[in-house]
């Protein structure tokens, strides 16, 4: 599985960006996505993820009511879309995979990162 993550850049206090992930690979029919973020010296932390068909979203209560994860699986695609960010919200932000349907918190493939910086 390859995992194609875009979309970051630089945006001010209260901007918006949308991440997008594409899934490549031996993805199956079924699989759950998510996406996490990690600034220098930090542990990777959760930010959001959905079940195979959508009907279950995962937010980090850090997240919530900014970020909206959904996916497209008709063109395997997912993303992630950030509203009101925050100067602490700038992190490299990794999509992930896993072959479960329903999302577990512990993804098999990760993608190689995009930038989000957000200045105050």
């Known amino acids: 599985v390859q995992l194609q993550a875009s979309g970051g850049g630089l945006v001010q206090a209260g901007g918006s960006l949308r991440l997008s992930c594409a899934a490549s690979?031996?993805?199956?029919?079924?699989?759950?996505m998510g996406w996490f973020r990690q600034t220098p010296g930090k542990e990777r932390e959760f930010v959001a993820a959905?079940?195979?068909?959508?009907?279950?979203?995962y937010y980090a209560e850090y997240v919530k009511g900014r970020f909206t994860i959904s996916r497209d699986n008709a063109k395997d695609m997912v993303y992630l879309q950030m509203n009101s960010l925050k100067p602490e919200d700038t992190a490299v932000y990794y999509c992930?995979?896993?072959?479960?349907?329903?999302?577990?918190?512990?993804?098999?493939?990760w993608g190689q990162g995009t930038l989000v910086t957000v200045s105050s």
């Open positions: 959905l079940n195979w068909n959508g009907d279950s979203t």
């Open positions: 690979g031996r993805t199956s029919s079924r699989y759950s």
């Open positions: 992930a995979f896993d072959y479960a349907s329903r999302w577990r918190y512990t993804p098999l493939y």
